[in-house]
């Protein structure tokens, strides 16, 4: 049974946003409870990301089990994906008991274009660590009174928009154990970037074509502020891609970066669909685990004789 966890100095914890279109929020809200994530929720995602959790290749994996089974009422049940999901799942959970004590509560950064890949990577990460989940653009929404409120905030003010994600970024570095997904925002002045040398930043690098197909099958599910979402698809990936040239400089300064295009080149994927959360998440992990090892070999060499 997962042992519950509780990080005290969150009780008390406000934002202090100096704008008088933005009200202080509290952290202990919704946003301040640990968030377990499971890929059992994956019906939740949209038809084209789904198909990351049952696809033919990630199953060909481990063939252990026949593919197929009936259940009492008579519905087949693919035991083959259920296993192959579990195992991974197992294999996510030893490394992150491997990396956990090494990290020492250092909080994790997701840059990297918005997507619900990217924010369930961020709350499965969270999920395994014992850590807390946060997104800066969420909670930036939260202050400015709803996402409506904080994109009419940016039209009409955008240096104080700009203003509040830093103090947003500047609250969440001060704190530990918390894995972040920073938004787009996070990373167009030297200012954030510096605050995101309080933890480890990890660019989650997407192909931005199936950001842009995302987008336009649920142009809701996540608070935009740099890409208007009225367009084609088309139109959302012309506006994606410009967006991308225009900050992709922040995301080279990460201290890794997870591809996954690299990754499903790695596991010997055709399709990008066949690599599930649970692969990032390995991935993500290990570049950590690689981090720390490098950390603690610089501390060693800088050690007088």
């Not at 969270?126 to 929404?141: E, I, K, T």
Request: aromatic fraction near 8%; include cysteine.
């Amino acid at each position: 049974m997962a042992m519950k966890t509780t990080v005290s100095p969150l009780t008390d914890f406000h934002f202090n946003i100096h704008s008088p279109k933005i009200q202080p929020i509290s952290l202990n809200s919704s946003y301040a409870l640990p968030l377990p994530f499971s890929v059992r929720c994956n019906q939740n995602l949209p038809l084209h990301l789904r198909r990351r959790f049952l696809h033919s290749s990630a199953i060909q994996r481990r063939r252990s089990l026949p593919s197929t089974c009936l259940v009492s009422d008579g519905t087949a049940y693919n035991v083959e994906a259920k296993a192959t999901t579990d195992d991974l799942s197992l294999e996510v959970k030893k490394k992150a008991m491997d990396v956990a004590p090494e990290l020492k509560g250092t909080s994790i950064f997701l840059v990297g274009i918005n997507s619900s890949l990217k924010t369930k990577l961020g709350k499965l990460l969270a999920d395994m660590l014992r850590y807390y989940y946060f997104d800066s653009d969420g909670l930036v929404v939260e202050a400015s009174g709803g996402v409506a409120a904080a994109k009419l905030y940016k039209e009409s003010d955008e240096n104080g928009f700009r203003a509040s994600e830093t103090e947003v970024l500047k609250q969440l570095s001060s704190m530990g154990r918390l894995v972040v997904c920073a938004g787009n925002g996070a990373v167009r002045s030297s200012t954030n970037l510096a605050l995101l040398r309080h933890g480890i930043t990890l660019w989650i690098d997407i192909p931005l074509q199936i950001i842009a197909e995302e987008f336009a099958e649920d142009r809701g599910q996540l608070p935009v502020f740099d890409i208007s979402t009225s367009g084609s698809y088309s139109e959302v990936l012309g506006q994606i891609t410009s967006l991308y040239q225009e900050i992709k400089v922040g995301y080279a300064t990460a201290d890794a970066s997870i591809s996954l295009q690299k990754l499903a080149s790695t596991l010997g994927y055709d399709d990008f669909n066949a690599v599930t959360t649970e692969d990032m998440a390995l991935e993500a992990l290990k570049e950590i685990e690689k981090l720390i090892r490098m950390k603690k070999m610089m501390e060693a060499a800088a050690k007088p004789f």
